[in-house]
């Protein structure tokens, strides 16, 4: 299957510092990453879809400028939490896939970041 | 709007032991059915698929069946190994792509030698 791979694993930072998160794909083209967010013990919530070379489709209740998203190649899209606070302390999740996998309805999910703002 | 439940976790069982998470979906049209799991310290992959009513998924000794009737989905496997503990996620996707997979909470499954 297709690997996507998330750096970093974790982080901690302090609050009204930034913080970014890659998502790689390592063996095919990805033109349409998607960004998930996971409370513990609740789903993943889909917090926008990344486009490359555009810009990104933001889920309702999303704030595109809490949570910047850049998708500047084929293999690499970007999470930015800037400002971060307590609040924003969570595991984010990305997702992508070939194009034959996504009409199909597969995805394939990174590893996960944790962040923990202090 | 759509949205999935599945039973809450934990579940735990002794190896061998049949195994049923149940999942229960709300939907308009004809949404695909997925589950999805994560072993411990990996990401999420998919398990099974079905994209049409009564549909069955099958992977790896797990299988669901797509009951509209119903509007369920529920994972079934007649004997579960050690190796099969992980976090079991139900998902829908309301389009035959992958545009907007929308998660149930998730189950946890652990597995007693």
């Known amino acids: 299957g297709a690997v996507v791979s998330q750096h970093p694993s974790w982080v901690i930072c302090k609050s009204g510092t930034s913080v970014k998160i890659e998502c790689r794909s390592l063996d095919f083209q990805a033109t349409t990453m998607f960004w998930y967010r996971q409370f513990p013990k609740q789903s993943l919530m889909l917090m926008a879809t990344?486009?490359?070379?555009?810009?990104?489709?933001?889920e309702q209740g999303v704030e595109k400028d809490k949570f910047l998203i850049n998708h500047a190649s084929l293999t690499l899209s970007t999470l930015t939490v800037t400002s971060a606070h307590p609040e924003d302390s969570s595991f984010y999740i990305c997702?992508?896939?070939?194009?034959?996998?996504?009409?199909?309805?597969?995805?394939?999910f990174g590893e996960g970041s944790r962040l923990t703002v202090l | 709007g759509d949205s999935v439940t599945q039973m809450e976790g934990p579940v735990t069982l002794s190896e061998e032991a049949f195994l049923t998470i149940n999942c229960t979906y709300t939907a308009t049209g004809y949404p695909s059915l997925f589950w999805y799991v994560q072993y411990p310290g990996e990401g999420l992959q998919l398990l099974l698929k079905?994209?049409?009513?009564?549909d069955k998924g099958s992977n790896k000794g797990f299988e669901a069946t797509y009951r509209k009737e119903t509007t369920s989905f529920h994972l079934e496997k007649g004997s579960v190994q050690v190796s099969d503990s992980a976090v079991y996620f139900c998902a829908l996707s309301p389009y035959s792509s992958a545009s907007k997979i929308i998660f149930g909470s998730g189950t946890r499954l652990s597995i007693r030698p």
């Open positions: 079905a994209t049409k009513a009564d």
């Open positions: 997702s992508a896939g070939p194009s034959a996998a996504l009409r199909s309805g597969e995805l394939f």
């Open positions: 990344s486009n490359e070379g555009s810009k990104a489709t933001y």
